[in-house]
């Protein structure tokens, strides 16, 4: 059963602007959007049907969305999450995680003759394209995002020659170019959007007729939950993020909660990690999620707190998310005609013991 608190209600500007009156009850106030994007539960059903289709151990590239609680579940079922795909049977099944992979890597997979599932989110996807295309027209990129990332070495991947990864607005002075006149940004989907822009804003300074990209990189579901974050911000005592420590996407939400003006900010895994100590004074708590995170560990914050006084849950809702992707062709073409072929409405959500929130 899932949590439901004492009262859930959408708060006026004016009520959340009282939030942080001491003489006040205590309360949440639930960020929304939050958690799951249409990336993740496409990657995470993926991996699901290809388990239910093909059955035990079905072999995953990296984590497949950065969350440990997804992983956790998905090993338990068999998937099995390797570094490299020479780490998989030769003539076996790997699915590439949602952050996507280089060319390179595709051509090690083809070597050792791995029937690949490719569970890229379609809009890290797009990036990649004009990645291509981009190099092909012998532009300088540079790429907006942070060295390591899975889905930063996938993108520079695509054109090596052409691509230099900016990490922050304070390497700017580092970066050079061939042609001042011939130079176009593009990011990871996953920063925070205005750290983002003060990078690119020192780019333009440094090159005035830098390009941008044709369309915005960084993901509606990462802009969606900052902006709620923003809102709900300034209220707060206390700013819960629940979220794992390599999701890019939830570290930058707590950033943005300081930046907006949240007193403290907090990422955590689950709700056993929550400190007593953190709510000492506080009378309103703010709560969000990573688009990579599944509901029923809110849902365990929100119990945590709600045992502890924290009962009236305020949602603040700044968007409405109603974009799914399909399944991967590869998995769609498997899966053609058989019972498992119909990819059920929040599909990752419900599998993992998710109610939708």
Known sequence: ??????????????????????????????????????????????????????????????????????????????????????????????????????????????????DTIDATCPLVTKVHREAVRFARDDFDILLIGHTGHEEVEGTAGEAPEHIQIVNSPDDVDSVTVRDPDKVIWIS????????????????RDKFPTLQDPPSDDICYATQNRQVAVKKLAPECDLVIVVGSANSSNSVRLVEVALEAGARTSYRIDRAAEIDPAWLDGVTTVGVSSGASVPEILVEDVLRYLAERGYGDVQE??????????????????????????????RGGRRNLGIQPG
């Open 188 to 203: 990871q989907t996953t920063l925070s959007v205005d750290e983002t822009m003060e990078t690119v804003r020192r780019l």
């Open 316 to 345: 603040v809702r700044t968007a409405t998310e109603d974009l799914m992707f399909s399944l991967p062709r590869e998995l769609r073409a498997s899966l053609e005609g058989s019972e498992t072929a119909g990819r059920p409405e």
């Open 1 to 114: 059963m899932p949590f439901v608190p004492t009262a859930v209600r959408v708060p006026s500007d004016a009520t959340v602007a009282g939030a942080r009156d001491t003489t006040a009850a205590r309360r949440v106030l639930l960020a929304a959007p939050r958690g799951y994007c249409a990336g993740v539960d496409r990657a995470v059903v993926a991996v699901e049907k290809a388990l239910e289709h093909y059955g035990a151990p079905v072999y995953v590239r990296k984590e497949i969305v950065h969350n440990k609680h997804v992983v956790a579940t998905l090993s338990e079922r068999g998937a099995v999450f390797v570094d490299e795909t020479d780490e998989v049977p030769e003539g076996a099944r790997v699915v590439f995680s949602a952050h996507g992979v280089s060319p390179a890597v595709r051509e090690a997979a083809e070597a050792r003759n791995l």
